[in-house]
C-alpha cells in the first residue's frame, strides 16, 4: 500500500483519481481548499479508512505526517469562469502551490505528478500540438492568469528535477470530460447541455469553425496513471485527438438530448484558441496508451450524469454564468 496525496481533491479530475487510487489499494489524502471543488465529489470515500480529507489551501504550507510516496497536483481552478473570476488565486496555485509540492516532495522522497494543459501552447500556430512545441500565448492577456501559471509551474517542475533530482512527471491535459464536471464551469460541453436542459438556445461564440478534442475522463485518468508509475519526466500530452468543429459538437449536443433548441452564435472571446488537437505519439510511445471510449457513448455517460441533477443546480449554474464578469467568453473557451 502507497500513501497517496491528491490536491484539488473535491475537484473533476481530483475526485476520479482519488477514486483510481483507492481501487488499486492504496492510502488516499485528499486535500482542497473547496474554493472550486465540491465535497459532494468525494462524500462517497469519507467513511472509508484508507482515505483522508485535508481543507487546506496548498498555497500556504503543506504538512503532511509520516511517510508519503506519490504526489498527484492537481489543485487550481481550471475553467475560464473560474479563473477570470480568481486570478490571483489561479497565479498563487500554479506558482507557490507548486513549489509546496514539490518541497513536500523532497522532504518526503515522493514522485509527483503536476497537471498542466494545452492551454500552455495558448492559441496554437502548430496543429496538432506535440510536446516540443513551446507555445503562442498572450501573457496579459485574460486567459494568461491561467496559462502562465500552468508555464511557470512546468519551469519550476523541471527545476526541482534537475537541481534537487525530485522524481517529477508532467500531463499536458487537453479538453475532457465526464460525470462530476460543473455545470457552471464554464467549458463548453456542460454549459451546452446545461443550455439543452434548461430548454435554452446554445450558444456558440465566433462562427464556430474553433475546433476542440474531447477526452472521456476514465481515459484521462488510465493515462495520468501510466504516467506517474513510468519512468519519463518530461511532459506527455494526454487527450484524444479526434478533432470536431464547436459548431459540429453543438449539433451533437442537440442530438442527444433530443432538444429543438438552436445555435446562437455571439462574438468570439479574447485569445481564444482557433485549433486544439494533441499529438499523441509520445504516449502512445513511452506509455501504451490511446483513448478507448468514443465520444458517442462519453456523451451518453456525461448527459446521463447531468440528468440526475436537481433543478436547483440546474438553474443556479445558469444564474452563475450569466453572472460572471467575463460574460462574452463565459463557456465557448471550450476548455
Given at each position: 500500500?502507497k500513501?497517496?496525496?491528491?490536491t484539488?481533491?473535491?475537484g473533476?479530475l481530483?475526485?476520479h483519481?482519488?477514486?483510481?487510487?483507492?481501487?488499486?489499494?492504496?492510502?488516499?489524502?485528499?486535500m482542497?481548499n473547496l474554493?472550486?471543488?465540491d465535497?459532494?465529489?468525494?462524500?462517497?470515500l469519507?467513511?472509508l479508512?484508507?482515505f483522508e480529507?485535508?481543507?487546506?489551501?496548498?498555497?500556504?504550507?503543506?504538512?503532511?505526517?509520516?511517510e508519503?510516496?506519490?504526489?498527484?497536483?492537481?489543485?487550481?481552478?481550471?475553467?475560464?469562469?473560474?479563473?477570470?473570476?480568481?486570478p490571483?488565486?489561479?497565479?498563487?496555485?500554479?506558482s507557490?502551490?507548486?513549489?509546496?509540492?514539490?518541497?513536500?516532495?523532497?522532504?518526503?522522497?515522493?514522485?509527483?505528478?503536476?497537471?498542466?494543459?494545452?492551454?500552455?501552447?495558448g492559441?496554437?500556430?502548430?496543429?496538432?500540438?506535440?510536446?516540443?512545441?513551446?507555445?503562442h500565448?498572450?501573457?496579459?492577456?485574460?486567459?494568461?492568469?491561467?496559462d502562465?501559471?500552468?508555464?511557470?509551474q512546468e519551469?519550476?517542475?523541471?527545476?526541482?528535477?534537475?537541481?534537487?533530482?525530485?522524481?517529477t512527471?508532467?500531463?499536458?491535459?487537453f479538453n475532457t470530460y465526464g460525470?462530476?464536471?460543473?455545470l457552471?464551469?464554464?467549458?463548453?460541453?456542460?454549459?451546452f447541455?446545461?443550455?439543452?436542459l434548461r430548454?435554452?438556445?446554445l450558444t456558440?461564440?465566433?462562427?464556430g469553425?474553433?475546433?476542440?478534442?474531447f477526452?472521456?475522463?476514465?481515459?484521462?485518468?488510465?493515462?495520468?496513471?501510466?504516467?506517474?508509475?513510468s519512468?519519463y519526466?518530461?511532459p506527455?500530452?494526454?487527450?484524444?485527438p479526434?478533432?470536431?468543429?464547436i459548431?459540429?459538437f453543438?449539433e451533437?449536443?442537440?442530438?442527444?438530448t433530443?432538444?429543438?433548441?438552436?445555435?446562437?452564435?455571439?462574438?468570439?472571446?479574447t485569445?481564444?484558441?482557433?485549433?486544439r488537437?494533441?499529438?499523441i505519439t509520445?504516449?502512445?510511445e513511452?506509455l501504451?496508451?490511446e483513448?478507448?471510449?468514443?465520444?458517442?457513448?462519453?456523451l451518453?455517460?456525461?448527459y446521463e450524469?447531468f440528468k440526475?441533477?436537481?433543478?436547483?443546480e440546474?438553474?443556479?449554474?445558469?444564474n452563475?454564468?450569466?453572472?460572471?464578469?467575463y460574460?462574452a467568453?463565459?463557456?465557448?473557451?471550450?476548455?
Amino acid at each position: 500500500m502507497k500513501k497517496v496525496l491528491v490536491t484539488g481533491a473535491a475537484g473533476f479530475l481530483g475526485s476520479h483519481l482519488c477514486d483510481r487510487f483507492i481501487k488499486e489499494g492504496h492510502h488516499v489524502i485528499g486535500m482542497d481548499n473547496l474554493i472550486t471543488g465540491d465535497m459532494k465529489n468525494i462524500e462517497h470515500l469519507m467513511p472509508l479508512p484508507q482515505f483522508e480529507f485535508y481543507h487546506h489551501d496548498v498555497s500556504k504550507y503543506i504538512h503532511i505526517p509520516g511517510e508519503l510516496h506519490y504526489i498527484l497536483h492537481f489543485a487550481s481552478p481550471a475553467s475560464p469562469i473560474d479563473y477570470l473570476k480568481i486570478p490571483i488565486q489561479t497565479l498563487k496555485v500554479g506558482s507557490l502551490g507548486t513549489h509546496n509540492c514539490l518541497g513536500l516532495a523532497k522532504a518526503k522522497g515522493a514522485r509527483i505528478l503536476v497537471a498542466s494543459t494545452s492551454e500552455v501552447y495558448g492559441d496554437p500556430l502548430v496543429h496538432p500540438q506535440t510536446e516540443d512545441y513551446w507555445g503562442h500565448v498572450n501573457p496579459i492577456g485574460p486567459r494568461g492568469v491561467y496559462d502562465e501559471a500552468k508555464r511557470f509551474q512546468e519551469a519550476i517542475t523541471m527545476a526541482y528535477h534537475r537541481y534537487h533530482g525530485v522524481e517529477t512527471r508532467i500531463v499536458r491535459i487537453f479538453n475532457t470530460y465526464g460525470p462530476r464536471m460543473r455545470l457552471n464551469d464554464g467549458r463548453v460541453l456542460p454549459a451546452f447541455i446545461g443550455q439543452a436542459l434548461r430548454g435554452e438556445d446554445l450558444t456558440v461564440f465566433g462562427d464556430g469553425s474553433q475546433t476542440r478534442s474531447f477526452c472521456y475522463v476514465d481515459d484521462l485518468i488510465e493515462g495520468i496513471h501510466r504516467l506517474l508509475l513510468s519512468d519519463y519526466a518530461y511532459p506527455v500530452n494526454i487527450g484524444n485527438p479526434t478533432e470536431i468543429t464547436i459548431k459540429q459538437f453543438g449539433e451533437e449536443i442537440i442530438k442527444l438530448t433530443g432538444t429543438s433548441q438552436q445555435l446562437v452564435f455571439k462574438p468570439l472571446p479574447t485569445d481564444d484558441p482557433k485549433q486544439r488537437r494533441p499529438d499523441i505519439t509520445r504516449a502512445k510511445e513511452i506509455l501504451g496508451w490511446e483513448p478507448q471510449v468514443d465520444r458517442a457513448e462519453g456523451l451518453r455517460r456525461t448527459y446521463e450524469y447531468f440528468k440526475t441533477l436537481s433543478h436547483e443546480e440546474l438553474y443556479s449554474a445558469a444564474n452563475y454564468r450569466y453572472g460572471t464578469p467575463y460574460e462574452a467568453g463565459s463557456h465557448a473557451v471550450g476548455k
